[in-house]
């Protein structure tokens, strides 16, 4: 089986280690992973923050990198949640402004494709153990684009749970907004702040030493607040813990 | 759609009050009011989930309320008329009110007409949406809110924060304190001593407004549903000062936005079941309050008013009816649930957004029947993490955060819109140049992964330069948090090196 890897522009330029991890799970899994060049942003934050018509350009862009692939893989429930739900909206809008049929005809061909990574773990692969080891206590934040979007439920700790050595510690209040929200976090920043500092006194609060994620820009905010209060709990994408084996352990 | 250009329409009066984020930041460092709003809206969105969760059909129930709504929308002008015909045969008076002035000017005309000055109160938001109280006051006639809630934050000469629980922000030693301050100027004073014990304030409260209820000739309250086959009224309560609002006045006048009409009494049957569950987590809420007309004994036998007049408000409801995506923030019944589970509202209060309609709904309310002029109307579709929270347990299944994108769609790109019954194209609104220019230089950077790549490569090899604290717009982020390392090379690079050439 092949798989196109979606790497999302956050994980491509802070946070490469993310895809990195992707590449190396699917790979030990048996999935040959494409990297379509032409991909870039998905186009989330321009849409979200009011830009509808500056956010079509990235959509027939994505349609059309990933054109050929009968599965599309990305560690973001954010950005899946963006081209599952919302590409197929933009592109009705279009439709109905008149600007015809193209843009909501990519997206609903390539809506269907799109898997969250845990999503194309449990539902196509059919795994849960994926022979990752990580010896840590771990306490997992389930963001709300994969929860509430995407409804990945329980996909995410069940990967976790499996892995060999780390100790899942349940996140009170876990189903709560970390605070981020892409451009809330810059014009609502007072707010925002409070409600990522209480998600990671209820993090610290568990005693576990990884607060664990499947959305780098909900950590890139709590990992932030962490690091300026000096705590001693480091964020990590799940991709990470589950690319992480005994051979090879996550440094 | 017209070609007219509005930067700046001439629609309903706009408070003039701080943007969302300057207003909750204010409550955000309010310790005492942060605690009073967590412990309140935690301890209710848990019964919540209980209650509805009692249910095995509550997704159907939710599905049946919005297609309920949906289609009272759709003929909404069908609806209001057979509800007029109904509640003119009961014996009623319709008045119809196109905006805020109309209604105000109507109601004070009802009331001078009775020769009393003063009214008690219930439930009504829509007179609070419109500034009735003020408007009665400018003529000379005294309004006495009722609900207990709305007692507190009149006495208080404060701003409702919530639409169940108007005084949630306050705990119950600061409403004693208002209490014992205020009540006496009022009308009964509190009683000495009074403690805080909730059993306490209550009965202080009872006796307070027990002297109005009996004293009043005048009645103005609002409605949860109207009915239109049979031009029933319906309002539900906890107190019961609701019921004696609406049966020992001699006159009342109902206020009630036109969106709140059903079309049968069978329907009635899913509202009286998700509201209450949805509001105050009870099965049934203790008080539902029906009257139609003045009922078959026309008042003769003095149970209930001899008058009744129902003034339907329409002020910005046709209008967010034309809008497509927006027009299903009319299906609210005002249950408040989520208000109780927004994270934002949580920390930021209810006065942070500027209207009687706080929270969720409030923020794509507001900005719909006000229009997005002002710098509090404007800011409101930002007031949210699009966690989605809301949508989940709105009993009518309104899709806030779609909403919210589409409204901040109008405020940062213009877009046609409806006002006063005429489609006319909104200007952006102010304010948003310099994020318009930086959403379109990235844009221009990620259409272009060539150029996409150049940028990564130059932050990469910047990366130790980069300061703790960002200027500008980024300070946003820097003033509380650190910023992500930037990784000394992009994932782009390393597939290069590592899979597209293997070695």
């Known amino acids: 089986m092949r798989a196109a890897l979606f790497v999302t522009c956050v994980n491509d330029a802070l946070y490469p280690g993310t895809g990195i991890a992707v590449v190396r799970l699917l790979e030990r899994l048996g999935v040959g992973v494409d990297f379509p060049k032409a991909q870039s942003c998905c186009g989330q934050p321009q849409y979200n923050t009011g830009y509808r018509h500056e956010t079509e350009p990235l959509v027939r862009r994505t349609a059309r990198a990933f054109a050929e692939h009968e599965y599309v893989v990305t560690p973001s429930g954010s950005c899946a949640a963006m081209i599952r739900e919302h590409y197929p909206r933009i592109g009705r809008k279009a439709a109905a402004e008149g600007r015809g049929n193209e843009l909501a005809?990519?997206?609903a061909t390539l809506a269907p494709r799109v898997y969250e990574l845990t999503e194309f773990l449990v539902d196509v692969l059919g795994v849960t153990d994926v022979g990752a080891y990580f010896p840590h206590t771990v306490t997992y934040h389930p963001s709300c684009h994969g929860l509430r979007g995407l409804g990945l439920g329980d996909r995410p700790r069940r990967l976790l749970a499996a892995v060999k050595g780390l100790d899942l510690v349940e996140l009170p209040g876990a189903e709560e907004c970390c605070g981020f929200g892409g451009t809330f976090a810059l014009k609502n920043p007072d707010v925002s702040t409070a409600m990522g500092t209480d998600k990671i006194t209820a993090a610290a609060g568990t005693g576990a030493q990884v607060l664990c994620g499947a959305d780098n820009s909900c950590l890139a905010h709590l990992d932030g607040l962490l690091r300026r209060a000096d705590s001693p709990l480091r964020t990590l994408h799940l991709a990470e813990i589950l690319a992480a084996t005994e051979e090879e352990p996550l440094s | 759609m017209t070609g007219t250009y509005l930067g700046m329409p001439a629609f309903p009066a706009v408070p003039d009050l701080p943007a969302f984020p300057a207003a909750a930041r204010?409550?955000?460092?309010?310790?005492?009011?942060?605690?009073?709003?967590?412990?309140?809206?935690?301890?209710?969105?848990?019964?919540?989930a209980r209650a509805?969760?009692?249910?095995?059909?509550?997704?159907?129930?939710?599905?049946?309320?919005?297609?309920?709504?949906?289609?009272?929308?759709?003929?909404?002008?069908?609806?209001?008329?057979?509800?007029?015909?109904?509640?003119?045969?009961?014996?009623?008076?319709?008045h119809w009110a196109a905006d805020a002035d109309e209604a105000n000017r109507i109601v004070t005309e009802l009331v001078r007409a009775t020769g009393e000055r003063e009214v008690v109160k219930v439930k009504s938001m829509a007179t609070q949406e419109i500034g009735l109280n003020e408007a009665l006051e400018a003529a000379g006639i005294a309004a006495y809110e009722t609900d207990l809630a709305e007692l507190i934050v009149q006495l208080g000469h404060d701003r409702p924060s919530h639409i169940l629980v108007p005084a949630i922000h306050r705990n119950r030693a600061e409403i004693r304190d208002v209490f014992r301050a205020e009540m006496a100027g009022w009308g009964r004073p509190a009683p000495e001593p009074l403690g805080d014990d909730p059993r306490e304030l209550a009965e202080a409260a009872r006796l307070h407004l027990r002297e109005k209820f009996l004293r009043a000739k005048v009645a103005v309250s609002g409605a949860n549903f109207m009915v239109a086959e049979t031009g029933t009224m319906v309002v539900l309560e906890s107190e019961g000062n609701g019921r004696m609002c609406l049966t020992l006045p001699e006159t009342l006048i109902s206020v009630v936005g036109i969106e709140k009409v059903v079309p049968t009494f069978r329907d009635l049957e899913i509202f009286l079941q998700t509201l209450p569950r949805s509001s105050t987590a009870e099965r049934m809420n203790p008080y539902t309050t029906m009257w139609t007309g003045l009922g078959p004994s026309r008042g003769a036998d003095g149970d209930g008013p001899t008058a009744f007049h129902l003034v339907l408000l329409d002020n910005g409801r046709t209008d967010t009816l034309a809008d497509e995506t927006g027009r299903q923030a009319l299906r609210c019944i005002r249950c408040s649930a989520c208000l109780n589970v927004c994270p934002v509202y949580e920390r930021?209060?209810?006065?942070?957004?500027?209207?009687?309609?706080?929270?969720?709904?409030?923020?794509?309310?507001?900005?719909?029947?006000r229009g997005t002029r002002s710098a509090i109307d404007a800011s409101l579709p930002y007031a949210s993490t699009l966690c989605g929270a809301c949508y989940e347990v709105c009993p009518v299944a309104i899709d806030i955060p779609e909403v919210l994108v589409h409204l901040r769609e109008r405020v940062a790109q213009g877009g046609p819109v409806t006002r006063a019954g005429v489609r006319v194209t909104l200007r952006p609104a102010d304010g948003h140049t310099a994020e318009r220019a930086a959403?379109?230089?990235?844009?221009?950077?990620?259409?272009?992964?060539?150029?996409?790549?150049?940028?990564?490569?130059l932050l990469a090899r910047a990366r130790r330069l980069a300061p703790r604290r960002l200027p500008g717009a980024g300070r946003a982020w820097t003033d509380s948090r650190e910023l992500p390392t930037v990784a000394a090379q992009s994932f782009r690079d390393w597939w290069d090196r590592e899979r597209s050439n293997p070695r």
Not at chain 2, 32 to 47: F, G, P, Q, S, W
């Open chain 1, 105 to 107: 005809e990519a997206a």
């Open chain 2, 439 to 457: 959403m379109r230089a990235a844009r221009l950077l990620l259409d272009h992964p060539g150029a996409l790549r150049a940028g990564e490569r």
């Open chain 2, 348 to 369: 930021a209060g209810g006065h942070a957004y500027g209207s009687v309609y706080p929270g969720p709904i409030g923020a794509i309310l507001s900005p719909q029947l």
């Open chain 2, 52 to 94: 509805v969760a009692e249910l095995a059909d509550w997704d159907r129930l939710r599905a049946a309320g919005k297609a309920v709504k949906d289609h009272t929308l759709r003929h909404l002008d069908r609806y209001l008329l057979q509800l007029e015909e109904a509640v003119t045969a009961a014996g009623g008076t319709v």
């Open chain 2, 26 to 48: 204010e409550a955000v460092r309010d310790e005492v009011l942060r605690a009073n709003l967590r412990h309140a809206t935690h301890t209710i969105r848990d019964k919540r």
